[in-house]
């Protein structure tokens, strides 16, 4: 008796500590190759980009909004600008129970949506971004988040206990008002550059460039790069077409985009301010 006593309180508490996980699919746009997600919010179903150079936690239509019942607005606007120097005052709300896709997310901030960014399409011309709604990093705050673009999918799980083998690399990162930044360096200089998954491509400020900075042309455009790496990682380099056209009111270095993330793999834990990436290779695991 004692022995099936014992058997069962182990089974429990192998029942509490298991873990949740829930894969998401995303698809990647034709024109700009930017991800995008089908979710029910609340009963209702949307098609959003998924903005990691965003802190917040949905981009939502005021229509969209209106029809979420457990909200409250908040008494302040908010202020943003875009790539394009576009300013953007938009209304602000609090959901304290939202559900999406069967996940319950709680206190989830929501802003008002209105259509912004500069878009540099694959072939490195500018473009208007189309119009989609969008989620940022908040909505994630008290989750793991695992980016696997290779397999079209994001991983939700509320496992804060990983245990990764060696081929994580474990990276300092920071939260800023424009997103999740990552530093990364040319061998001659330091950049603070913010991971987005909104950027079809790399990118970073001729300003911020050293004397130094190595700058190759880029045989299909106009444009010129910059190959970035982590100082004390030796994996592929980033490249990072050069713009002087940013609004100065951006304060971070540049942007590592869709070309980043469709190469590696990237967990961000952040309860306990951790990122780790790898390189993806096939039969990688998450």
């Known amino acids: ?6 058997f069962l309180i182990l089974c429990l508490f192998s029942a509490l500590a298991k873990s949740d996980e829930f894969v998401w699919k995303i698809n990647f746009d034709r024109k700009l190759n ?5 979710l029910t919010i609340d009963g209702k179903d949307i098609e959003v980009t998924l903005d990691t150079g965003s802190k917040e936690g949905l981009h939502l239509p005021l229509d969209f909004i209106d029809n979420i019942v457990d909200k409250i607005e908040l008494p302040e606007n908010k ?3 875009d790539l394009s120097g576009n300013i953007n005052i938009t209304r602000s709300f609090i959901a304290n129970n939202l559900v999406i896709n069967s996940l319950t997310f709680k206190k989830v901030n929501i802003i008002e949506y209105k259509p912004w960014g500069l878009a540099i399409s694959s072939n490195n011309e500018k473009e208007e971004s189309d119009d989609f709604p969008a989620i940022g990093l908040g909505l994630f705050d008290q989750y793991v988040l695992t980016l696997n673009f290779p397999k079209n999918e994001i991983i939700i799980s509320d496992d804060i ?3 990764l083998d060696n081929t994580w690399v474990e990276l300092p990162f920071r939260l800023v008002d424009e997103g999740l930044v ?6 001659y200089k330091n950049f603070q550059m913010i991971l ?3 950027a079809s491509l790399s990118m970073i400020k001729a300003q911020s460039l050293s ?3 190595i700058k190759i042309k880029d045989e299909n455009s106009h444009y010129q790069f910059v190959e970035l790496g982590v100082s004390y990682v030796s994996s592929d380099k980033v490249e990072a077409i050069i713009l002087d056209s940013l609004p100065p009111e951006f304060q971070s270095d540049g942007l590592l985009g869709i070309d980043v993330l469709q190469s590696h793999l990237i967990k961000i834990d952040f309860k306990n301010k951790k990122l780790w990436i790898k390189p993806f290779k096939t039969g990688s695991t998450n």
């Not at 990552?182 to 061998?187: A, K, L, W």
């Open 1 to 6: 008796m004692i022995k099936k006593i014992i």
């Open 34 to 38: 930017i991800p995008h997600l089908n």
């Open 79 to 81: 202020k943003s600008i």
């Open 161 to 163: 206990n990983l245990s």
């Open 182 to 187: 990552i530093e990364m360096s040319d061998g």
């Open 196 to 198: 987005d998954t909104g």
């Open 211 to 213: 004397p130094q900075s």
